[in-house]
């Protein structure tokens, strides 16, 4: 199994090209390219278009020279439920299908829109099903699939995170109603933990050709705290016989960007480091449970 991380917050320090650099040099095989929390005056996406793709040329031929893949990517998720389809944010959307494209990546994560609790007459479903479905020519067309992540939101009055396609059962008929192929699932570890579900029973309630992404990362159960295996409460040795169990083909990613952004300039590579030597011994741990069940 190889291993990749979010490259948001190094990103924001260094910039995209040596952003690619020092993760390839850290020992990662891969980048999961995330276009959220971008500083505004550094919004790569709102550049103009021909600009944007030669930056997107310019990250991925610094891939090829590392010997690194963006493997996957993180969509913005600035779209509302207030928003229109014609929206500069959904149109953000899109131009990051086209820069994913062109940096060599085959799955995106795009986030389903979040309703505020108390609105309790919406239709949630009807609207996201509409969102994914405006989506899907484009992923057609950049030749993507979209990965729908299980969510939380946060009920502030009652100090709790709810959950948002927060089940297994839920991620999987959400992708079923979609009717394509270019829709698969990404599980959230740590967005399992806030809102009830172990992470490894998350896991086993997908199946290897449905689950096709994560976003690996640790917590306290209190908080989306999102730093490195083995700093939080997870049970990492049931979440890797759960991924080893179904028999998980995708790749080991770190989405640790609260870990990341601790740490000055300076220390940063030491801390890529350490990410990937927590996120390469996961993936050996479920490379070995896997041989040891035959799959």
Not at 219 to 232: F, Q
Not at 267 to 295: C, I, Q, S, T, Y
């Amino acid at each position: 199994m190889k291993i990749s991380t979010d490259n948001g917050p190094i990103r924001n320090m260094f910039g995209d090209v040596k952003a690619v650099e020092m993760i390839a040099a850290a020992g990662f095989d891969g980048i999961d390219y995330t276009f959220y929390d971008i500083p505004k005056d550094q919004n790569i996406l709102m550049l103009p278009i021909e600009e944007m793709r030669a930056l997107a040329r310019e990250v991925r031929a610094c891939a090829d020279r590392c010997g690194i893949v963006i493997k996957q990517a993180h969509a913005p998720f600035g779209f509302k439920h207030t928003d229109t389809f014609e929206s500069e944010s959904f149109e953000e959307v899109v131009r990051s299908f086209e820069f994913a494209a062109i940096l060599g990546c085959k799955e995106i994560v795009v986030h389903t829109v979040k309703f505020p609790l108390e609105d309790l007459t919406a239709d949630v479903w009807g609207f996201n099903r509409a969102f994914m479905l405006a989506l899907l020519p484009y992923a057609e067309k950049f030749d993507l699939v979209i990965g729908i992540e299980n969510l939380f939101i946060r009920d502030k009055k009652r100090a709790r995170y709810v959950g948002h396609n927060g089940t297994p059962e839920e991620v999987n008929a959400f992708v079923d109603s979609l009717g394509s192929p270019r829709f698969r699932a990404c599980c959230d570890l740590g967005h399992c933990a806030l809102t009830g579900r172990e992470p490894e029973d998350y896991i086993r309630g997908m199946k290897k050709d449905r689950l096709t992404m994560l976003h690996v990362h640790d917590t306290d159960y209190m908080s989306d705290s999102h730093t490195i295996p083995y700093l939080g409460k997870h049970d990492w040795d049931k979440i890797t016989d759960a991924l080893a169990e179904i028999d998980y083909q995708g790749y080991m990613n770190l989405e640790v960007l609260g870990f990341y952004r601790k740490f000055p300039e300076n220390m940063v590579p030491a801390a890529l480091k350490m990410a990937a030597e927590a996120a390469r011994h996961l993936a050996d741990m479920v490379e070995e449970k896997k041989r040891k069940l035959g799959n």
